[in-house]
Nanobody, 118 residues
Framework: QVHLVESGGGSVQTGGSTTLSCAAS????????MGWYRQAPGKERELVAT???????YVLHSVKGRFTISRDNAKNTVYLQMNDLEPEDTAVYYC????????????WGQGTQVTVSS
């Protein structure tokens, strides 16, 4: 079992920045890969970024250069620094653990709203 607690997000103006945090506890194997998904109204949930404990990283093309994922392995915490935000980034952002690990189910955080106004 993995428990994820998210923080951060809120309302930001276009061009602004915000940082999301997600602290994990539980199965260390499943926590070894963590990331962020987002779901905008009327759209499917999409993978935004992942980073594993070895440092391997994936970032969605449309946010590359604006979003940075990082993690503190000692704290089992993953961060998503979001810069130069656009209205299209408005979504509920979900922390995820385990989804890319064989044998681990997807574990989800509670979700945090990010709203970018023009």
């Amino acid at each position: 079992q993995v428990h994820l607690v998210e923080s951060g997000g809120g309302s930001v103006q276009t061009g602004g920045s915000t940082t999301l945090s997600c602290a994990a506890s539980g199965d260390s194997i499943c926590i070894s890969s963590m990331g962020w998904y987002r779901q905008a109204p009327g759209k499917e949930r999409e993978l935004v970024a992942t980073k594993n404990s070895a440092g391997n990283t994936y970032v969605l093309h449309s946010v590359k250069g604006r979003f940075t994922i990082s993690r503190d392995n000692a704290k089992n915490t993953v961060y998503l620094q979001m810069n130069d935000l656009e209205p299209e980034d408005t979504a509920v952002y979900y922390c995820n653990a385990g989804g890319l690990i064989t044998g681990c189910p997807h574990y989800w955080g509670q979700g945090t709203q990010v709203t970018v106004s023009s």
